[in-house]
């Protein structure tokens, strides 16, 4: 096989892919595949439609005979060498001057050729191609899209002809069929999802099942749909989604968009009373002046933060379900601090949620862990050591518990964090699932 340099090998417009990859960590950049399914350690798309681009396409140096063949490419490079000339000329008088004195001038290194300001000007042409691929408005500019597809298929026919007289070109080179890619750790699938993108048949395998449904998501279902329209009943009826083209995979998000709502309501009808806004009243105004904005109004929970609980292992305290809590810190975010206040009282306690920062941030941060260790705690009321070799037989036997801690709401502008009431603690606690595994479990000790 002839191999021809390609152009990640000699260079990439960085700056512009920094900035692109830089665009796309906007955490609600609709249309990004991480709002489907967030997945650890996912490329940017930017970068991966890049790399693998300038994976695909040659440097220009390895066919500067078709560029000199251009008479107009030529004049440009001609220009652009007695320019360059000039400057190198300047740089070996100086080094030159330099020689004998104690001025550390480097050598201005080899003459520029005429074949070297050809490949130049055409590889800034490929890297305006790469700067126009990284913007995340040109995600799906078929122009843009089609201008990469085309240098790739460039280069792949020219390595086609080169490779011609290889024993197997038949089925390695044909220069109607691209090279297929593969990606088999593909995780979140930014490598495969954009090797399509370029025009290239994408494969993807990955270890984890969850990795293998997103790639299924995003690259082989969707390409079985392209071009057709929606099947949803109120597409089939309406006129003028009838009448109307479906590019691309748009008639199939249509449907997911269609049944997607119709699972939504239907799940809001079956469990939607387990899930009950909070009504933010004055009274709650009066210890958390922070929720002023919210009073009268109901506000969605989106989470409900509990603790597990095991009996105090402290005589004096024995009927007392204490918590196990990691930490109280709820947000560390500076200037949005807010975190869990235990209060104790009547023999037992409640958890109170505050904002601001807590006045004894190593407590507040170690919630009743013991220590740095994840596994043994202190009992809330007593302080006594829980260490793993108790807990873990409580938990076996089916002795733990849980307290609600803390809830999330959605605010006008993040989270707001409340302390729980024991309506949100009784609506919980009253969902009996009617399907839970039977089989013996160790409550995640
Ligand atoms: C760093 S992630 C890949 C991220 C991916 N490039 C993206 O942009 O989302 C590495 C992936 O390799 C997978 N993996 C690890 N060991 C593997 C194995 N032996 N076989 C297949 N996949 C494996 C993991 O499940 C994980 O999804």
Redesign the pocket.
Known sequence: MKPSKKLIEVALPLDAINKGCQEEKNPFLLGHPRSLHL?W???PLAAARAVIFAQMVDDPSAYVDTLRADPKLKRKAETALKARLKLWEEARELARKAKGTNLAVPEPGPQPTLDEMLADIERQSLFRIIEDLVLWENTTNETVLQTARDEIWASWRRACAENADHPRAKELFDRKKLPAFHD????????PLEAQRLGLESYS????PV?VLINKAMIEIPPKFAGRPPVNPEARTEKSLIAREWKGAQGLAEDVRYYGQWMRDEAEKRIGHLYPKVEVTAEMVKVRPDLKPYVGRKITVIAWLWARTVKSPNPAFAKVDVPLASTFMLSTKAGKEAYVEPVIENGGYRFTVKVGKPRDAERAKNGTKSGSSGSSFLCLMSGTPMPFEYLRPEAKEGRMGARLMAIVAEGERGRVYLSPTPEMEAVALSAIPNDAPETEGSQGL
């Open positions: 997945w350690a996912r490329r088999p750790f593909a995780g979140g699938g930014a490598l395998s990955d270890l984890n990795a």
